[in-house]
């Protein structure tokens, strides 16, 4: 029998609704594996609904929900989802596209607790932001950050990473002295 390779440029195919036996190939190619996998996973919760600044990051509290469609969490083994490594992965991927020193990657990303994610359904994770203080952080930054989700292979079932939709935003809040305060400063310097 010879081998056979079917090359579609688009979504997963199998002939004639078979799956791929033996020495029969089926290739996909062109879009990327959290397109060609189906799964989706929608970002919402309190970070997202409200206007968060980086008061609320400090504070804590907000809630950041991951919500999969075509997909599930891998169950719960010594963490909340998977292991301890999986949850943190899950983490891990939400990242802000820059790197300040004061910044989400270095302050929440990186500090946040693996308890703070919780498994509340096969489909929807929950992660509780905890405050700066709880985790030891100090979230400082000077500019708006954008924040993406996205979810490693190894917290699903299915395997294949997933990116989250939408973003979301946490604005910068002007820091330092007042106008009133810095005047005063200015007078009495005179």
Request: aromatic share 4%; no cysteine; proline share 4%.
């Amino acid at each position: 029998m010879a081998n056979t390779i079917y090359i579609s440029a688009g979504l997963p195919v199998s002939k004639d609704g078979a799956t791929p036996t033996g020495n029969t190939a089926y290739i996909s190619a062109g879009l990327p594996p959290e397109v060609a996998s189906g799964a989706t996973a929608a970002l919402s919760g309190t970070a997202l609904t409200d206007t968060i600044d980086e008061a609320d990051v400090v504070a804590g509290g907000k809630t950041i929900l991951l919500t999969l469609t075509g997909d599930t969490w891998v169950a719960a083994g010594d963490a909340a989802i998977g292991n301890t490594a999986d949850t943190q992965a899950i983490i891990d991927g939400i990242s802000a596209a820059t790197t300040p020193a004061g910044g989400w990657n270095n302050e929440w990303r990186d500090l946040e607790v693996t308890t703070a994610v919780v498994r509340s359904s096969d489909t929807l994770a929950t992660i509780t932001m905890s405050s700066q203080a709880t985790i030891g952080g100090s979230y400082d930054i000077t500019a708006t950050e954008t924040i993406t989700a996205t979810i490693p292979a190894a917290a699903l079932t299915g395997a294949v990473q997933i990116i989250a939709s939408p973003t979301f935003t946490v604005d910068a809040v002007a820091s330092g002295l007042s106008i009133p305060v810095a005047w005063h400063h200015y007078q009495h310097s005179m």
